[in-house]
Structures are given as C-alpha cells and as structure tokens.
C-alpha cells in the first residue's frame, strides 16, 4: 500500500479537529493545554508532510521553530498552571473566571 500526502493530511486534519474539541468543550486547564499541543503537532505533520511530498525544506525548518516555541509554551504555561493550582486548588477554568477585570 502507497501511503500517499492524503493519508497523512487526513490524519492531520483528525489530530486538528480532535484537539479543537478538547479546547472547546474541556473545562480543565490542563486538558484544554493538551489540546492546543495536539493541534500544533497536527499542523508539524501536515507541514512535514508538504515538505516531504513537495521536495521542500521550508516546511521543516518551519517545523523546528514551532517545536522550539511550543517548547517553551509548556514550560510558561504548565508554570502558569501549577501557579493557579496552588493558590486557588481547582483547574477549572469556571473557577478562574474571578481574574477577569
């Protein structure tokens, strides 16, 4: 079996539209950040794959800058998150809504 650039856009496009119901219908911080990194590794692989397909390295050097600051967004938002935990002992994100203005 050819596994051709449809069959990884495919599996892109169901990581993207996984992670987005995590970011939409997840109340918890911790799973709603699981869901945006779901849907940045999704673009990586559509990106890699384009790169692949089209006999490009644009995509993958692409792909090393959004690991790089998906890198670093984990380890501010996970900060973040653990900083919230302890002073309100909840990871909803109904339960936060007191930071707003």
Not at 31 to 51: K, R
Not at 53 to 73: D, K, P, S
């Amino acid at each position: 079996m050819h596994v051709g650039l449809e069959h990884y856009l495919l599996v892109s496009a169901g990581l993207f539209c996984l992670g987005l119901l995590g970011v939409i219908l997840r109340r918890n911080l911790l799973i709603l950040y699981m869901g945006l990194e779901l849907m940045l590794n999704a673009s990586n692989l559509a990106l890699v794959a384009f790169s692949r397909f089209l006999n490009l390295v644009n995509g993958q050097v692409m792909v090393f800058f959004i690991i790089t600051v998906a890198a670093a967004e984990v380890a501010v938002g996970l900060a973040i998150i653990v900083a919230l935990y302890r002073r309100r002992q909840t990871a909803q994100v109904g339960d936060l809504a007191s930071l707003k203005f």
